[in-house]
T-cell receptor
């Protein structure tokens, strides 16, 4: 069966520090991968998605970036965090070869920028 | 791009009553509509989904209806229980043209025992 791992679970970082969140998927090949952000009590904002290695589509221009160095690895990064980057970050995957496949979310990373 | 609106933002019902959450979408080409349940501090989890070639789908106490003409779809929960309390999100996607999933803002459902 497929599983998705996301870490760390919680993170407290000072303003201006870098960020690296990692997500890996097991049990499937060539998944579509996604990063969402959820502000406290709010909905799910799509940040990035990827349909293959090295292919990144960005939904928000901000100070965040994403990379997909391997088929089942997705990384969210920032060079300098802002206070507004605080939130609950969710990685998700879906089967790329089945068009009506649902999203499956990781357990999330709760980021607090101080 | 697709825009999904969800109502109400909060919903409180008595245990045993029914709950209905409604969503509208803007892209008439959208053809896949999942619903997710998110308990406090946890990840969203798929509870039911429907494709545009189907008007209604049921799974025990949960059902989803779709009106393509009006571009809206609804989640129906019958015989609600306290464990149904959570935030529910609707979503829409255009298959196979788009690889993203657009979510509604969420509905916080509280079931009072």
């Amino acid at each position: 069966s497929q599983t998705i791992h996301q870490w760390p679970a919680t993170l407290v970082q000072p303003v201006g520090s870098p960020l690296s969140l990692e997500c890996t998927v097991e049990g499937t090949s060539n998944p579509n991968l996604y990063w969402y952000r959820q502000a406290a009590g709010r909905g799910l904002q799509l940040l990035f998605y990827s349909v293959g290695i090295g292919q990144i589509s960005s939904e928000v221009p901000q100070n965040l970036s994403a990379s997909r160095p391997q088929d089942r690895q997705f990384i969210l990064s920032s060079k300098k965090l802002l206070l507004s980057d605080s939130g609950f970050y969710l990685c998700a995957w879906r089967a790329g070869d089945f068009n009506f496949s649902p999203l499956h979310f990781g357990n999330g990373t709760r980021l607090t920028v101080t | 791009g697709e825009n999904v609106e969800q109502h109400p933002s909060t919903l409180s019902v008595q245990e045993g009553d029914s709950a209905v959450i409604k969503c509208t979408y803007s892209d008439s080409a959208s053809n896949y509509f999942p619903w997710y349940k998110q308990e406090l501090g946890k990840r969203p989890q798929l509870i039911i989904d429907i494709r545009s070639n189907v008007g209604e789908k049921k799974d025990q106490r949960i059902a989803v209806t779709l009106n393509k003409t009006a571009k809206h779809f609804s989640l129906h929960i019958t015989e609600t229980q306290p464990e149904d309390s959570a935030v529910y999100f609707c979503a829409a996607r255009t298959v196979p043209n788009n690889n993203d999933m657009r979510f509604g803002a969420g509905t916080r459902l509280t079931v009072k025992p």
